[in-house]
């Protein structure tokens, strides 16, 4: 059982930066592939970015260039570092892990995922 905590989430101000933390434990982290997805009020649970345990990145068409995902297995913890943030970046963002036996590649499909963290609230204002 992996248990996942998101940290670093807070209000800002639109262009600012934010890096969220999200610390793993119970599980092996090199052998999970983590994801980022995030929540409006209302609204469905979107794909963020991912990373693979091999390297791969990957991320969604509304963040490209503005947010980047790293991991640290030393410390098992990955990041999402968000620069230029924007309004629309509002939302509750969580971190989720998949196990993965190859580690190539990543999926943006949140079923495909097998354990979430309790979510972190990200507020920009205008």
């Known amino acids: 059982q992996v248990q996942l905590v998101e940290s670093g989430g807070g209000l800002v101000q639109a262009g600012d930066s934010l890096r969220l933390s999200c610390a793993a434990s119970?599980?092996?982290?090199?052998?999970?592939?983590m994801g980022w997805f995030r929540q409006a009020p209302g609204k469905e649970r979107d794909f963020v970015a991912a990373?693979?345990?091999?390297?791969?990145?990957y991320y969604g068409d509304s963040v490209k260039g503005r947010f980047t995902i790293s991991r640290d297995n030393a410390k098992n913890t990955v990041y999402l570092q968000m620069n230029s943030l924007k309004p629309e970046d509002t939302a509750v963002y969580y971190c989720?892990?998949?196990?993965?036996?190859?580690?190539?590649?990543?999926?943006?499909?949140?079923?495909?995922?097998?354990?979430w963290g309790q979510g972190s609230q990200v507020t920009v204002s205008s």
């Open positions: 119970g599980g092996t982290f090199s052998s999970y592939n």
């Open positions: 989720a892990a998949q196990y993965d036996a190859y580690g190539s590649t990543v999926t943006s499909a949140v079923n495909e995922y097998d354990y």
């Open positions: 990373m693979s345990w091999g390297g791969y990145t």
